[in-house]
């Protein structure tokens, strides 16, 4: 099972950047999907989480409103959509895949887990 984060990068104030998450080896409409971020020397935290047929989304108080998670299930693909970015945005970002329809918020429900990508926003 292999997925493969992409889309960061380095954006000032305000502005957008869209992640993507390719899935490989697994049957992805099978798995809840999530996106979290760490800064350095802080703890992984949860962003953002969408269900198996993409009908229901969850979001972390913080990118509530700011941020949009979708999927693609033909695709194998999961998307973070980020606008009106912020400073405190900054960190890696990584995707995850859970099997399970537990609790979305917790990174230890998560079965696999992407690469991480970087976002930095410069204010």
């Known amino acids: 099972v292999q997925l493969q984060a992409s889309g960061g990068g380095l954006v000032q104030a305000g502005g957008s950047l869209r992640l993507s998450c390719a899935a490989y080896?697994?049957?992805?409409?099978?798995?809840?999907m999530g996106w979290f971020r760490q800064a350095p020397g802080k703890e992984r935290e949860f962003v953002a989480a969408i269900n198996k047929s993409g009908g229901s989304t969850y979001y972390a108080a913080s990118v509530k409103g700011r941020f949009t998670i979708s999927r693609d299930n033909a695709k194998n693909t999961v998307y973070l959509q980020m606008n009106s970015l912020k400073p405190e945005d900054t960190a890696v970002y990584y995707c995850?895949?859970?099997?399970?329809?537990?609790?979305?918020?917790?990174?230890?429900?998560?079965?696999?887990w992407g690469q991480g990508t970087q976002v930095t926003v410069s204010s």
């Open positions: 995850a895949a859970d099997v399970g329809s537990g609790w979305l918020r917790v990174p230890s429900e998560y079965d696999y």
């Open positions: 080896g697994l049957t992805f409409s099978s798995y809840a």
